[in-house]
T-cell receptor, first 112, second 116 residues
């Protein structure tokens, strides 16, 4: 069955550095993949969607890559700020069920 | 500001009681999702609807969970009877899906359910 893997360990970085989060998937080839941000006590918030024919997508300080050969998406935040501290969730669609499924998320902590 | 509204925000109930959670999706959205989030399992898809028709509810324990959309402005998730293992945060999300393309999902604030 398909599997989504995100680094379960928290990522701690210094303010101003680039944060890179990884999402690996196995056993299927999603046509697109989304990234969400979740703050404690709140629902996930959509950040970016990247399609299989797009290598890279940018939005302000955010950049997402999608490598269908490696079956991996990377999520980058440049010039990180303490306000970027949150859990980031990778969400490809479940091909069989045709709905969004979510990875376990990676918690990012940006230190001032 | 269009948003998904969930009620109640918090619910504490005794084992065996019926629980109903409600969701008002964003007007114009044609897809509604129900997710459950726990520390152990993360976000799990329970059910989703397209144009009010259930497309998939394979993630729900059928014997106790049910999901409906009586009209375009209301989605409900019911648990009867509730059990302590149902304690979790339940999220509703809506989106506008056109064709086979993906769409962003807009999440509500969630209902934090505690079954004692």
């Amino acid at each position: 069955s398909q599997k989504i893997e995100q680094n379960s360990e928290a990522l701690n970085i210094q303010e101003g550095k680039t944060a890179t989060l990884t999402c690996n998937y196995t056993n299927y080839s999603p046509a697109y993949l989304q990234w969400y941000r979740q703050d404690p006590g709140r629902g996930p918030v959509f950040l970016l969607l990247i399609r299989e024919n797009e290598k890279e997508k940018r939005k302000e300080r955010l950049k997402v890559t999608f490598d269908t050969t490696l079956k991996q998406s990377l999520f980058h935040i440049t010039a990180s700020q303490p306000a970027d501290s949150a859990t980031y969730l990778c969400a490809p669609p479940d091909t069989g069920r045709r709905a969004l499924t979510f990875g376990s998320g990676t918690r990012l902590q940006v230190q001032p | 500001d269009a948003r998904v509204t969930q009620t109640p925000r918090h619910k504490v109930t005794e084992m065996g009681q019926e629980v109903t959670m409600r969701c008002q999706p964003i007007l114009g959205h044609n897809t509604v999702f129900w997710y459950r989030q726990t520390m152990m399992q993360g976000l799990e898809l329970l059910a989703y609807f397209r144009n009010r028709a259930p497309l998939d509810d394979s993630g729900m324990p059928k014997d106790r969970f049910s999901a409906e959309m009586p009209d375009a402005t209301l989605a409900t998730l019911k648990i009867q009877p509730s059990e302590p293992r149902d304690s979790a945060v339940y999220f509703c999300a809506s989106g506008l899906v056109l064709g086979t393309g993906g769409t962003e999902a807009f999440f509500g604030q969630g209902t934090r359910l505690t079954v004692v």
